[in-house]
């Protein structure tokens, strides 16, 4: 019988995931924690106060559990990184040694989200490969390939079952996003419906890897899953669906809302979204453990827009 622990459960990604792992595995055996008390729509399930820093709390927990499984989602993101850099880095990375050292110690297999923030401005652009250079410029992709590393090298010297995507940018319906360069592309559905204009805080040609949760939820679980005599890739492996642009994503809202209005004033994320690739080439993850994606554009939007009518309409 499977015992999970999802560290940052009431984030944009950790909220979508303990649902999909209770539906998988059963409310009771998936144990949602966070530094705070839980989001309204985790909270009917087991949930645990949890600083991902505090590591004496941590094996608590893992001792009076005995969790076979760990996904630790927690993290200060790319923008919010910049503006704290030394708060980001403490937590990022200490937080991810914790976990690793639970793995090392009890057992357990471990998740941990990498992203493109690891790549960097003299990375290739298209089709950036699994291995490339990768100089990032900022907190967040510096911690983040940091943490691959160190996922590697507690593979290899403690047998650590550990496992990593390095994740596009995220778009989802059910939580707000948590500080991220790409949220703009959640963002802009959100003031469509509430008949808003939309300043967008990157260029309207910014082209950006992007990827609908349920594609994201599904990769994990599908590399979670996946033979471990399979995987090849010990650090984190590329992950792709899409790519587009704000204007691009605009125009495929307009199709539902001719009457909503765009406008672009870059600011500092506009530079760290300069250092990131264009599109990615993940034909590693699709040879190692079949993964596909399912949703383009026009499907993400046309989800986003159903979903979010759903809840913002009736508030009108």
Known sequence: ME???????????????????????????????????PSAIIKDGPFELLDATDKNRLIQLTE?????????LAAILSAKGEQNPKFAWDLNMNSLLNVLDIGKDYGSKIYWPSS????????????????????????Y??????????????????????????????????????????????????????????DCFLREDAMLPMMYMDDAVNATIQLMQADPEKLTVRSSYNLAAMSFTPAMVYEAIQKRYPDFKISYTPDFRQEIADGWPNSIDDSQARKDWNWKPEFDLKRLADTM?????EILVPMK
């Open 3 to 37: 015992k999970i622990l999802i560290i940052g459960a009431s984030g944009q990604l950790g909220t979508e995931l303990t649902l999909k792992l209770r539906e998988l595995f059963g409310t009771e055996n998936v144990i949602a924690s966070d530094i705070h008390e």
């Open 141 to 198: 992709g510096i911690s983040k390939l940091a943490g691959e590393r160190w996922c590697k090298y507690y593979y290899k010297h403690y047998g650590v079952d550990v496992r990593s995507l390095r994740y596009p940018g995220l778009i989802g319906y059910k939580s707000k996003p948590g500080g991220g360069t790409t949220d703009y592309a959640v963002d802009i559905f959100w003031k469509a419906i509430s008949d808003e204009s939309y």
């Open 116 to 139: 493109i923030a690891v790549f960097g401005p003299d990375t290739p652009r298209d089709d950036t490969p699994q291995y490339t250079v990768m100089n990032p410029d900022t907190v």
């Open 64 to 72: 009076q559990y005995q969790f076979t499984q760990i996904y630790h």
């Open 305 to 309: 827009l159903m979903h979010l009518e």
